[in-house]
């Protein structure tokens, strides 16, 4: 064992800075940059003024809560005399500013270390000086704390997200809307069985006052079921006063109240105040019980210098324009803000770096933006783990963003530190995430020994608080039947009394909760997990998987998010079944020491920790790190002790095979103790030869299930297309009601199997028929046999939205609510056959194509029968021809 003996340095920065060296104010006596060292013969440029070494609690995490604590720091400085007068104090040179006022505290510190005497340093410790105090007559004590953004109470999820998140392949977020109901329909993301709507769209006309103008609806490509108007929720119409005159220009504004409606016209965009609306519900729609409806609005524009702010006569008196009206009230049950089909770990960095706060009303910037540094190699490796999939995410309040966090890490299993960086001059910490799951290979993993112990410390071993049970929550959504929103009224009452809050869509919580009967006489706690980013419809298809040709692979999505909720909620069944147990430990600095990190993994070998399992003292564990004080020249842990560092035995698997004329797979596995056995899958086209490797994304965690001591039981593998070649792997998981160990290494059957033979894709599809908003699919089958799926989007996105899932031998298809706008906006229509499951789809034949100017034509009726009656006696009607 080898001590390090460790040099730090000190750096503190101008107001406001994080990158200029403070110097004391004018008239000082010296002007030197407060930079200050631990030992002389290697200063340079720093001073060696610390008397002592950084000591303090620097960060600590809890596993169960995912509580996050940042400590203090606390460092000694000496003041020595400068010039050799007296009075005059190196230090005390920097307590004021050039008015006399003092100006230490609050500015940014960045302590250095070095473990090589001074010739390289890296960062230590970066924060805000909270205390600046004379602890004698030559010292000083300065108590150094990390204030991060992420800790702070900054609001997130207010409003629109940052106009990154709301355009181009990538774009994932929701403008929240009052009409029509639902995702933004610019940005053409659906929301699960919420597909992109069409924009309403009208004529920009002159009104009576010069100080605004009128949209009226167009009259051939309305949306909502009636064609030229759009519906009015009883929200919109009671924030926006009613113009009550058949003529709107007659009616002038009182003042700019309601929402904003943000228009576009070509390539200009422009906010302005709804500030009325000409609404009417005729007989027809009070029977069909329809809400009242509008087709014309009354706008005025907005403050001038407000973001997207566009003077009246920016856009074309007759033009015709599509329109958003968009909601300024905070997320709520009525208008919540939705989040579609994004890896969990981008939305995670988008909300901490800032993109999800507040907009700036001049620039439409996200407030915060940019204000949080991340580890973006991290994050970059989370993302690129497919075993994170794509979440949703319906937020129906305005959240801190450290509640988000907490809430973020409970539900995948997760814990955050702030590390100390320096790059390009600056010195600031980043937000490094790190998983709460068990290592699956150690082989790189440090030991710490007994020698490293510090022998005159005491040691603590606490077991944790035992679990009953662990609930984990996901959610089930629906789209509200339209009895929910629509008008209720009867005659004589108002034309709208719908209810005050419609809610299109209604989430249902699913608990999932495991029992520990081991635990029922030895704990009564629970583990909570809320995964709110795990939702689904019914019946939902959730496109995941891809083969190496192209083939898609389609899952329910439900089965996905219970598949992957199953998984979290096992991970801490396996850690925390009978609490965390801690272990604090006073360790010397040396090599695998003085670079342990929270959230690090160490293998411990101490000779007087004791052993649940084997019952006596020592043996080596693996421990993570949750806590780290300095203390001069030692360091202070606390690891969760998470279990032994011994691997559990791999099962047997033998072959498997599909179950003829389903999409489910099945073969026995076997093993020589009790088991909690694990299995996966991966799928790829049926010309792959070689086993995907074991990091491979394709590899799809199924299920895990007890196997009794030296028992073979049969497994079965569900969800698995035709036309794939299916790769089958399993691993050995410690029981929870036993001490912890390392999961085994994966265990394969002899062979692959292969699934049915792929299917062809459609042929000869032509789109015709074309206007503004309409066009026509044609094509021919490659199998009558089978269904066929009609996918669309915009030729820019990365990604189809589903239309339709036809019968099989359907060979047409007729799109509507197209947008229109010229060459500018081009579609890509795909048409595929999908298994008989649903389950996998074959290749596709895709084509791309514009809208047109032009209206719809009614189609020729076909196919009618005509008969004429004539009326006779009660009532009764006899044939005439």
């Known amino acids: 064992m080898t001590l390090l003996s460790v040099v ?35 200063g340079g440029a720093f001073q060696p003024y610390i008397t002592a070494a950084p000591v303090g609690k620097k960060d600590s995490f809890d596993p169960v809560t995912k509580n996050y604590t940042i400590g203090a720091i606390r460092i000694m400085l000496g003041d020595p005399k400068v010039g050799g007068v007296q009075l005059n104090r190196w230090v005390s040179a920097f307590v004021g500013d050039d008015l006399g006022a003092i100006k230490m505290k609050g500015l940014r510190a960045f302590i250095e ?46 409003g629109e997200p940052s106009a990154s998140l709301l355009s ?92 904003i409606v943000r228009v576009i016209s070509g390539a200009t965009v422009g906010r302005f105040y709804l500030t009325y609306l000409e609404v009417f519900a005729d007989q027809n729609q009070l029977m069909m019980g329809y809400p009242i409806s509008c087709d ?94 794509n979440s949703r995410w319906r937020r129906t309040e305005e959240m801190e963003m450290k509640k988000f966090i907490k809430e973020f890490l409970q539900q995948y299993n997760l814990g955050y530190r702030m590390e100390p960086t320096a790059s390009a001059g600056r010195a600031f910490s980043k937000f490094v995430p790190f998983s709460m799951d068990l290592p699956t290979t150690i082989g790189s993993v440090p030991t710490i020994t007994t020698q490293e112990v510090r022998s005159t ?33 009867d005659e004589g009452q108002s034309p709208y009394e719908g209810p005050d809050n419609p809610t299109l869509i209604k989430e249902t919580p699913i608990t999932d909760t495991i029992i520990q009967l081991g635990n029922l006489f030895g704990g009564d706690g629970v583990f909570k997990q809320n995964a709110t980013g795990l939702r689904y419809f019914p019946s939902e298809i959730f496109v995941d998987l891809e083969f190496v040709n192209g083939i898609d692979l389609n899952f329910y999505r439900e089965r996905m998010v219970r598949r992957l909720a199953n998984k979290l ?95 489910t797979a099945s073969g026995t596995i076997q093993t020589v103790k009790r088991e909690r056995v694990e299995t996966w899958f991966a799928i790829t086209d049926q010309s792959t030869a070689t086993r995907p490797a074991e990091t491979s994304s394709l590899w799809e965690y199924q299920n895990s299930v007890i196997i009794p001591a030296g028992t073979t039981q049969s497994v079965a593998i569900g969800e698995l297309p035709d036309g794939g070649r299916i790769w089958v792997r399993a691993r050995s998981r410690v029981p929870s009601d036993e001490d912890l160990q390392l999961p085994s290494d994966f265990a394969f059957p002899p062979a692959h199997f292969d699934m049915g033979a792929a299917l062809a894709a459609p042929t000869n599809l032509i789109i015709s028929e074309i206007t503004e908003t309409t066009a026509k699919a044609s094509w021919t089958p490659a199998d009558v046999d ?44 795909g048409v595929r056959h999908v298994s008989a499951w649903r389950m996998a789809a074959g290749s596709e034949v895709t084509k791309t194509f514009s809208t047109v100017a032009g209206k719809p034509k009614c189609p020729t009726p076909r196919g009618i029968i005509f008969s004429l009656t004539g009326g006779i006696e009660d009532d009764q009607f006899r044939p005439l021809y």
């Open 8 to 42: 730090y340095r000190l750096t503190v920065f101008e107001a406001d800075s994080d990158s200029v060296p403070l110097t004391p104010a004018a008239g000082a006596p010296h002007s030197q940059e407060f930079k200050v060292i631990s030992s002389g013969s290697v």
């Open 113 to 158: 270390e070095s473990v090589d005497g001074g010739v390289t340093f890296s960062p230590f410790y970066v924060g805000d000086i909270k205390e600046f105090t004379l602890q004698n007559k030559v010292e000083w004590r300065i108590v150094i704390r990390e204030d991060t953004d992420v800790q702070k109470s900054i609001k997130v999820f207010t």
């Open 168 to 259: 181009g392949p990538d774009a994932y977020g929701n403008r929240r809307q009052m009409l029509p109901w639902g995702p933004d329909v610019l940005a053409q993301t659906g929301y699960g069985a919420l597909k992109a709507l069409p924009p309403p769209s009208g004529e920009w006309k002159l009104s009576r006052s010069p100080r605004n103008r009128i949209i009226e609806i167009d009259k051939d490509a309305g949306v909502n079921r009636i064609p030229g108007v759009i519906l009015v929720s009883k929200p919109l119409l009671n924030q926006t006063p009613e113009i009550d005159d058949d003529d709107a220009t007659k009616k002038e504004t009182e003042g700019r109240i309601g929402p």
């Open 296 to 389: 014309r609005l009354l706008l005025e524009p907005i403050e001038v210098g407000a973001f997207e702010h566009q003077p009246l006569s920016a856009i074309t008196v007759g033009n015709n324009v599509i329109f958003q009206i968009l909601t300024t009230e905070p997320p709520s049950e009525k208008f919540p803000t939705l989040i579609n089909n994004v890896h969990p770990f981008v939305l995670l960095r988008d909300v901490i770096q800032g993109k999800w706060s507040a907009l700036n009303p001049t620039t439409g910037q996200a407030l915060f933006e940019g204000k949080v540094d991340i580890d973006e190699t991290v994050f970059d490796g989370f993302i690129a783990d497919k075993q994170f999939k």
């Open 457 to 489: 410390s005491p040691v603590s071993w606490k077991p944790g608080q035992n679990f009953l049970r662990f609930e984990m929550t996901f959610y089930e959504e629906r789209v509200s039947d339209i009895a929910d929103i629509r008008d209720g009224g």
């Open 569 to 663: 909620q096992r991970e801490n069944e396996f850690r925390f079944s009978r609490g965390p147990a801690t272990i604090d430990l006073e360790l010397e600095r040396t090599g695998s020491t003085n670079d342990l990190k929270l959230g690090d993994f160490r293998i411990l070998d101490v000779d007087f920790i004791p052993d649940p399992f084997t019952h006596v003292r020592g043996g080596a564990r693996i421990v993570q790190c949750i806590e780290k004080s300095e203390n001069g020249p030692t360091i202070n842990f606390r690891f969760a002790d998470s279990g032994q560092n011994v691997q559990r035995s791999a099962p047997v698997v033998n072959a498997f095979s599909q179950i003829s004329a389903t999409n």
């Open 786 to 829: 089978v269904q066929t799926e009609v996918r669309l989007k915009p030729a820019s996105s990365a990604s189809f939205q589903r239309v339709a899932i036809l019968y099989p031998g359907t060979n047409q298809y007729p799109l509507g609510g197209l947008s229109f706008a010229g060459s500018e906006n081009p579609y890509t229509l």
